[in-house]
Structures are given as C-alpha cells and as structure tokens.
Nanobody, 121 residues
Framework: QVQLVESGGGLAQVGESRTLSCSVS????????MGWYRQAPAKERELVAY???????TYADYVKDRFIVSQDDGKTTVKLQMNSLKTEDTAVYYC???????????????WGEGTQVTVSS
C-alpha cells in the first residue's frame, strides 16, 4: 500500500514564501513522477508542477518563476517551494505520484489527502 503524507500548508501573506512537503511510504512500487496539483474553491483541480524521477521539471505558467519543485535523493519526498505568493494561490494542494506496482507492473496514480494553503493580503 502506498501512502502520501503532505505537510507545510497554512496561512501566508502576499509576497511570502512557504514550502510544502510530501513523503511517500509503502512497498513494491517504483516512482516515475512526483508532483503537485491544487484545487481552489469552485474550480477544477489543476497541475502546479511535477518532476520526473531523475529528470526534468515542468511548471504551470501561473507558477513558473515563483515555485520550485524538488525531489530528495531517496526519491521518496517531493517538495514545493512557493515564493512570492499571491492571493490566487489559495487552494488545497495535493501531492501526486505516478508509480509502477512491481507486483503486476501496472502504472498507477496516487494522491495525498491535500493541504490547505491560504494567502491573504
């Protein structure tokens, strides 16, 4: 069973920085992609950023040059450093991974429960 545990959400002021962290635990899986999505009230969930294990990163245009996604050396933790926060960054942020189950080699998507980030002016 794969588990994703997020931390780091909370309140921030416009212009401040905040870092989210997501730790992945479990067995019998190999992670290919780690990243973050977000969902604001009354809006659909949208991609924020992701990193291919050992490879490049991709950012949504609305966070490019402000947010940084990174992966630890053990490839089981993904962080999202959020700089120059704006009120429109207010959302529930979800950790996401795409991983291969080594029992059957099926690729699956896994999600964290989400962490609230609220940015006020």
């Amino acid at each position: 069973q794969v588990q994703l545990v997020e931390s780091g959400g909370g309140l921030a002021q416009v212009g401040e920085s905040r870092t989210l962290s997501c730790s992945v635990s479990g067995s019998n899986f190999i992670i290919q992609v780690m990243g973050w999505y977000r969902q604001a009230p009354a809006k659909e969930r949208e991609l924020v950023a992701y990193i291919i294990t050992g490879g490049p990163t991709t950012y949504a245009d609305y966070v490019k040059d402000r947010f940084i996604v990174s992966q630890d050396d053990g490839k089981t933790t993904v962080k999202l450093q959020m700089n120059s926060l704006k009120t429109e960054d207010t959302a529930v942020y979800y950790c996401h991974i795409q991983a291969t189950d080594t029992n059957n080699y099926w690729r699956k998507d896994y999600w964290g429960e989400g962490t609230q980030v609220t940015v006020s002016s």
